[in-house]
């Protein structure tokens, strides 16, 4: 293998590979190198920007506001970093842009000039409008179309009394919804009691709900207010739902019909305003035709249903949770990490997520705590999410089956396979990518591993589509 040497490399090459726009400015004000990424931002050609003011061809908001960041270099002596700004490229769009810039200087230390690096960041700002604006709701973010149903249906909800029942799998978000009713009601500022009814035996949890008085129980010294007192004019969320005794039901249900209960061990009747929205990761209908839930309180409760759609359903929302989590975890970790690899993206994309939007926010923890540039990589992601790099494959075949056409046929190569599992996975690929049409995408998630993968399987197997 040839050694790269100093002389064989070309600057040029190098910096017209960046994304960053790269411009030369002198001491002239005038442009004396600027590489493709910064014409391709800019929309000029070499022709009109070689040379010309840099004024007339940056026009960033800094020169219009008498900020110019060579002037500012040159006066403080240090770098500038992460100058947040627009400019106004030749077609006359407005792009938002970060910058850096470094003073140059020759070989005696003068100074001759300044290197501004331009970075064009309009899909990050585009992406927080979105995290911001139509796609989230409070704290809810999502801009797939069952997300959207959901949030166009929120005010409306939230400006009555309507006791709410909130359905979805463990992970999606049923706390920040209620929380979301609550804030944009007419109890906001008043309290908002949670409570995971799941967490406590049945005798404890009626006394966590309904309180006790002195003496009701051993170890009862005081008397003590419930849940419910605490969330008097306000609401209560009561958290798994479905986890709670036939006992405390019926106790559950009277305090919905009458607004009324008694604390464990007393005889007063004590009266409370409260909104309550449950929720539960069971399926409530089953159990009330089991038995094991009150007909009665499950219609009681779900006056209004809200079902949260699970994180494997709403794959789309995947790149506007990761993202805000990045942002999140840059500012509690000091990090500047910007995005995710290609391979990240593709197993992010692809991985069930059966812990839903929680699970996805510990993989993007996890992987930025391993993170060590400004991109994560799939080795910083947990084993579990790209566990298809390994072992056999778990298949989900295609359906409905789609024949290969004369046109996409399979091209058999003789191929040495002698481990009788090798074989096997050798023909359900191809077997798989014949059914989908040779649609990569589609094979993937069909053989539970990422695109990329795939692709290196089948270089692997020397598996070929003909022309």
Not at 79 to 86: A, G, L
Not at 250 to 260: A, D, Y
Not at 309 to 330: E, G, S, T, V, Y
Request: charged share 25%; with cysteine; aromatic share 6%.
């Amino acid at each position: 293998m040839r050694q790269l040497t100093e002389d064989q490399i070309d600057p040029e090459v190098i910096l017209n590979s960046l994304n960053d726009g790269v411009v030369t400015i002198g001491l002239d004000r005038r442009v004396h190198y600027i590489n493709d990424s910064a014409l391709r931002i800019l929309g000029y050609s070499r022709q009109e920007a070689m040379g010309s003011e840099c004024a007339d061809i940056i026009r960033c908001a800094a020169c219009s506001t008498k900020d110019c960041l060579l002037d500012r270099a040159l006066e403080t002596g240090s770098d500038i970093r992460s100058y947040d700004s627009f400019l106004v490229n030749k077609s006359g769009a407005h792009i938002p842009i970060t910058v850096n810039a470094t003073l140059l200087r020759d070989v005696h230390g003068e100074v001759i000039g300044e290197v501004e690096v331009i970075r064009d960041i309009s899909e990050q700002v585009k992406l927080t409008e979105e995290l911001h604006g139509k796609f989230s709701f409070d704290r809810i973010i999502g801009k797939n179309h069952r997300m959207q149903a959901v949030y166009d249906i929120l005010p409306s909800i939230a400006a009555t009394k309507t006791t709410v029942l909130i359905e979805g799998e463990t992970g999606t978000g049923k706390e920040l919804i209620a929380h979301a009713l609550h804030e944009h009601s007419d109890r906001a500022g008043r309290p908002f009691v949670k409570f995971n009814c799941a967490a406590l035996a049945e005798g404890v949890l009626e006394s966590e709900l309904f309180g006790h008085v002195k003496g009701a129980f051993t170890g009862a010294s005081h008397d003590k207010a419930g849940r419910f007192l605490q969330a008097d004019g306000g609401t209560i969320f009561l958290d798994e739902i479905g986890d709670i005794s036939p006992a405390t039901q019926i106790r559950l249900l009277r305090v919905l019909q009458e607004e009324s209960f008694e604390p464990v061990g007393g005889a007063d009747t004590v009266r409370v305003d409260v909104r309550v929205i449950a929720a539960t990761h069971r399926n409530l209908k089953k159990m009330v035709q089991e038995g094991t839930f009150r007909e009665d309180l499950y219609y009681r409760l779900r006056v209004m249903p809200i079902q949260i759609p699970a994180l494997r359903d709403r794959a789309d929302d995947i790149p506007l949770l990761m993202n805000h989590f990045i942002d999140r975890f840059n500012q509690v970790m000091g990090k500047e990490v910007t995005g995710v690899t290609p391979e990240t993206m593709d197993h992010l994309m692809t991985y069930p997520f059966p812990g839903n939007v929680r699970e996805l926010e510990n993989v993007i923890e996890h992987a930025m705590v391993l993170c060590r540039t400004t991109l994560i990589s799939a080795h910083c992601l947990p084993k579990d999410v790209t566990h298809s790099e390994e072992g056999l494959l778990q298949i989900h075949p295609p359906a409905p089956s789609v024949s290969a056409t004369p046109n996409h046929r399979l091209v058999q190569v003789d191929v040495e396979t002698s481990d009788p599992l090798t074989q096997v996975e050798r023909e359900t690929i191809l077997k798989v990518l014949e059914q989908c049409d040779w649609r990569l995408g589609t094979a993937a998630k069909h053989l539970h591993m990422s695109r990329t993968t795939l692709w290196r399987r089948m270089k692997h197997y020397q598996i070929e589509r003909a022309s």
